[in-house]
């Protein structure tokens, strides 16, 4: 049987319900293509249970990916509770990417929601795909929708949108820890993950094992870590065990096809690792004033993608925890040497917020991880 060279994508469904689908990526290998495919499975909200993938073939030129169109999504409607997870949710289920966001609620009640997005099927210029997506608002909201407009914008529109460059000290401090403190209740310690580098297994490859907990987008980010380093990633295998435990085993090379067997490039690499996956979140609510902030920020890939679903998982939360949201803003700041992207909340408190601050943070770290 010869070597397939059609780009292909099979998914099967399983025979018995409640058994997971399979998917068969056929596809040219690069740097970064196991990032990218966890990322793709990681916007659609499903879960990886099992996996393995060998490399079959390589293709000697890679195309760079053609920028997206950025579009402005203007909404004005009157505020209530869960509003701004419902609009969030009719743009995850109709593919459109958010990556920037201003949200504003005026004194009589009224809100203007901002979102920059881009559209994973590329028709959000057509006015087909416009008057889907405000059918789909429309449904939603229902009379409490006044307008709604969407808008192609350039980048000097999306420039001038950037959040405020003042970051609270509280959440600076948490960029640079290179151990963390204090996690929210119910987060993982040190003892849940262990990384381990091996270069006796094999001649041509390092063996990275990894036994961690499970949470939602784990291989992502593993994937986005070795991603950053420029690691190429020949084979892995991945099994879930019992109560949620994990273990992986990655073979990976250098750029150059070259194990890693620099001491200090080995001690990096697993430190990072344990660090992204001990903690793939920085989630802490502080006082802004008078007023309650949640901040939730989560590394920026080097080629400036962002994680997906983040944002519609934190209005999901505070939603459930019956929190209304004031104010929200999405915004990337460079904290060292790294681009993270902040996510920040101004808590509707009203008669005063009911939900303790240790529960908020708690209730939003355990959404973020796939652990409710």
């Known amino acids: 049987m010869g070597i397939l060279y059609d780009d292909v994508v099979i998914i099967s469904q399983s025979d018995k ?6 998917i068969t990526v056929n596809c040219p290998d690069k740097t970064g293509l196991g990032c990218d495919l966890c990322r793709i499975i990681l916007f659609f909200g499903l879960s990886i249970v099992r996996g393995a993938s060998v490399v079959l073939y390589y293709r000697a030129e890679m195309q760079a990916p053609k920028p997206s169109d950025v579009f402005l999504l203007k909404l004005s409607c009157y505020d209530r509770k869960g509003l701004l997870y419902d609009v969030t949710a009719v743009l995850c289920e109709l593919e459109l990417t958010i990556e920037k966001v201003k949200i504003s609620t005026t004194p009589d009640g009224k809100v203007m929601d901002l979102f920059f997005v881009t559209d994973t099927r590329e028709l959000l210029h057509t006015r087909k795909r416009k008057e889907d997506t405000y059918e789909h608002l429309k449904t939603i909201l229902g009379n409490a929708m006044i307008s709604c407009d969407v808008e192609m914008v350039g980048t000097e ?11 609270p000290s509280a959440i600076i401090d948490m960029f640079h820890l290179d151990m963390p403190v204090e996690l929210p209740s119910g987060s993982l310690t040190s003892s849940n993950v262990s990384v ?5 297994l094999s001649p041509g490859h390092t063996l990275v094992q990894i036994v961690c907990q499970d949470h939602k987008g784990l291989l992502y980010d593993i994937m986005r870590t070795l991603k950053d380093y420029n690691i190429q990633v020949s084979y892995g295998r991945f099994s879930r065990r019992q109560r949620g435990n994990c273990e992986i085993d990655l073979f990976i090379m250098q750029a150059d096809g070259k194990k890693i067997v620099d001491p200090s490039k080995q001690n990096g690499l697993s430190s990072r690792l344990w660090m992204e996956l001990l903690q793939p979140f920085r989630v802490t609510v502080i006082s802004r004033g008078p007023d309650t902030e949640l901040l939730v920020a989560n590394p920026v890939e080097l080629s400036g993608k962002g994680r997906p679903l983040v944002f519609h998982d934190i209005t ?13 803003e999405i915004g990337r700041h460079m904290i060292g040497d790294r681009e993270w992207e902040v996510y920040r909340v101004l808590l509707d408190e009203g008669d005063g917020l009911s939900v303790p601050r240790n529960k908020i943070e708690e209730g939003v770290w355990k959404l973020l991880m796939g652990w409710e």
């Open 316 to 328: 999901l939360a505070l939603k459930m925890l019956d929190i209304c949201i004031f104010s929200a």
């Open 196 to 200: 381990t580098i091996d270069n006796s």
């Open 17 to 22: 319900e409640g058994d997971p689908c399979v």
């Open 157 to 167: 529109i999306t420039a001038c949108s950037q959040a405020s460059s003042f970051l």
